[in-house]
């Protein structure tokens, strides 16, 4: 399997999650963009800095809701195993340390990966003249190594605790995605991805010293909507929690989407996106207005919107049995904007 950062760390989830659907975005295109710009921000020269799942736009911090005796356990992205109470994401890690301006603001499920992200305020010039974006940490897991390929290189490094670590070197030319991998004591892996301004020695001290303060963590992210019922045979292909969607942002905004497929075809067929009333983007990136098939409502200060993207060529549309958009949005309660009011137990 050839797992190149260039494909990255999708390529072992993909292969172990084959029937698994995609998530909304081009995750190869995505990540080829992401990848152009930064070479292109650095041979202006400025620091570029683009997120290896940020970028791909799946779009926190855990906070309120159940207490730790009470969360279950989390779900795997398509696994099809909706059963009651069940919460897609997890915390993935705790952080004994991160660089100033750093903090926990998304959580991601998909491809059967987890991974959280830690972000600055925006500050890093982006290819758009006059945008910035935020530098990035990214902590992944995964139950297997992602073994370096040609022209991939490796330096081993000490990572706490960890029988097994080192950094694997692009091997292109840019030290553009440089990144550290170690094994934990139960055997499982961690991959860490900065996207910052820093290279070189310098950013292998930074990898190492965060790797150092890091502690697995499995506990149910806390989410703003609970569903009283997923229609028969969707599958949960992502999810995500931006939390907040922009750091430094006041007032802060959040945004949780959820990605199903019908657990046959690689296409979605309806997503849940939910964001604060007047936020921008309701949609989750859908552009233009709603479509016939969609349907939103506002509760408790948040919009909740039903995107039924079944494309009519792939097979019956889950929505169907439930009556469509309109229907499954009648099943979704909202806890409002009040972290403390949400809940682990997402699905019933």
């Not at 779900?75 to 926990?104: I, K, N, R």
Request: hydrophobic residues 35%.
């Amino acid at each position: 399997m050839n797992q190149h950062l260039k494909t990255s760390l999708e390529e072992l989830a993909d292969a172990e999650y084959a029937d698994a659907p995609p998530t909304t975005v081009d995750i190869g295109r995505a990540r080829a963009d992401g990848r152009r710009r930064i070479a292109t921000a650095r041979l202006a020269p400025i620091g570029g800095g683009l997120a290896l799942v940020a970028a791909c736009a799946l779009v926190a911090n855990g906070l309120g809701g159940t207490s730790p005796a009470e969360r279950p356990a989390t779900m795997s992205a398509g696994s099809g195993d909706l059963t009651a109470g069940t919460d897609p994401l997890s915390e993935v890690a705790s952080f004994g340390y991160v660089p100033d301006g750093y903090q926990v603001a998304t959580h991601v499920l998909g491809s059967g990966l987890t991974t959280v992200i830690l972000q600055t305020k925006p500050m890093l010039p982006s290819q758009k003249p006059g945008d910035l974006i935020p530098a990035e940490l990214q902590l992944s897991s995964s139950a297997t190594e992602l073994k370096p390929v040609p022209p991939e290189t490796t330096t081993e490094v000490k990572v706490k605790g960890s029988p097994k670590a080192y950094i694997v070197h692009d091997g292109d030319g840019t030290e553009i995605a440089d990144r550290l991998q170690w094994q934990t004591a139960s055997g499982s892996w961690f991959t860490l991805v900065a996207f910052n301004k820093i290279h070189g020695a310098q950013l292998q001290a930074m990898l190492v010293k965060v790797a150092d303060s890091v502690t697995a963590n499995g506990s149910a992210v806390p989410l703003p909507i609970h569903i009283d019922g997923v229609p028969k045979g969707a599958t949960l292909g992502a999810a995500s929690l931006a939390d907040p969607i922009v750091v430094g942002q006041n007032p802060p905004a959040a945004r949780t989407t959820l990605d199903f497929g019908d657990g046959k075809s690689r296409f979605i067929s309806f997503s849940i996106v939910v964001m604060p009333v007047g936020s921008t983007d309701p949609q989750g990136g859908k552009s233009g207005p709603p479509a016939s098939t969609d349907a939103c409502k506002d509760s408790k200060g948040l919009r909740i919107c039903v995107l039924d993207s079944h494309d009519g060529a792939s097979g019956v549309d889950p929505l169907e049995s439930v009556g469509g958009a309109k229907g499954l949005l009648d099943q979704i309660t909202s806890l409002g904007t009040d972290r403390s009011n949400w809940t682990t137990h997402v699905l019933n």
